[in-house]
């Protein structure tokens, strides 16, 4: 993706961010009512999505292209928000944020070995899950406030998803074709993993909400397909639509993937990604 790409990445977070200032936050006074086991999911949630994105910041900045370090910067913002809207949402219930979780410990530690590439491809494993975890939040959850504020987050990732996958695209673009398949399969075989262990680990929260532990892994990894797919199309011109002139898409549109099992309304986490 050309740098004007990734301007038009950043303008599309601009626009969500004054958005979101136009709106405000929820009704925190309405208060909320968790399920014991659903509340301590959203805790570990939480604890994945608090995190300052220093790192990926840092790599960002280091990879030379300015549009696309502003729009991670974005990004980095929006996660920080999840955070704060989860705590939120934990405290009109009347329960507290956790310090984390040792996926969280492990996840980040796996990511800060790592260039900006690789990177990218464990954080797009959070996503992918966080994809399927807010949306059955936001459609099983029996609370009001719990559902606006799942489906103000859903909204965000996918978002998200589509950027990585601008960015990813580009990379994996350099390398040969036998390595970018291999790459974007073991990436595959990664959200399964991903998927597996927050289906055992939240299993009681999910069977509350709706969904079943083996529904939760078959949705999660027929949406990373698609995402998959994304990553090693090659270049056209949705990703340089800023430099041809053509009528920019509305905020929540952009060079996009179909995501399978999602509406648009928008591991905890394999662990912390920013």
């Not at 925190?28 to 999911?41: I, N």
């Not at 990373?224 to 002139?245: F, I, N, V, Y």
Request: positive net charge; proline residues 3%; charged residues 30%.
């Amino acid at each position: 993706m050309t740098a004007s790409g990734f301007a038009w990445w950043t303008e599309r977070f601009e626009e969500e961010r004054d958005r979101r200032h136009a709106t405000g936050d929820p009704a925190w006074a309405r208060g909320a009512v968790l399920h014991d086991a659903v509340r301590a999911s959203v805790q570990r949630f939480q604890a994945g999505e608090d995190g300052d994105g220093a790192h990926l910041i840092a790599k960002a900045d280091a990879a030379g292209d300015r549009d696309y370090a502003r729009a991670v910067r974005l990004f980095v913002t929006e996660e920080q928000n999840h955070a704060r809207l989860l705590a939120r949402l934990l405290d009109a219930a009347g329960a507290t944020t956790i310090d984390g979780h040792w996926t969280d410990r492990a996840f980040v530690a796996l990511r800060r070995l790592l260039g900006l590439r690789l990177e990218l491809l464990v954080l797009m494993v959070a996503e992918e899950v966080a994809l399927r975890y807010y949306r059955a939040l936001r459609e099983g959850a029996d609370d009001e406030l719990t559902r606006e504020v799942a489906g103000r987050i859903l909204a965000d990732e996918q978002r998200h998803v589509p950027f990585h996958c601008a960015r990813l695209r580009a990379s994996l673009a350099a390398l040969p074709a036998p390595s970018r398949r291999a790459a974007t399969a073991g990436w595959r075989v990664a959200v399964a993993g991903a998927a597996i262990l927050v289906a055992v680990d939240h299993g009681r929260a999910l069977r509350v909400l709706g969904v079943g532990r083996a529904r939760f892994v078959a949705d999660t990894v027929a949406s990373s397909g698609a995402a998959a797919s994304a990553m090693l199309r090659e270049p056209d011109a949705t990703d340089s639509e800023a430099d041809e002139g053509t009528p920019r898409a509305p905020a929540s549109r952009g060079p996009s993937v179909v995501l399978r099992n999602t509406r648009l309304s928008s591991p905890g986490r394999a662990g912390r990604r920013a």
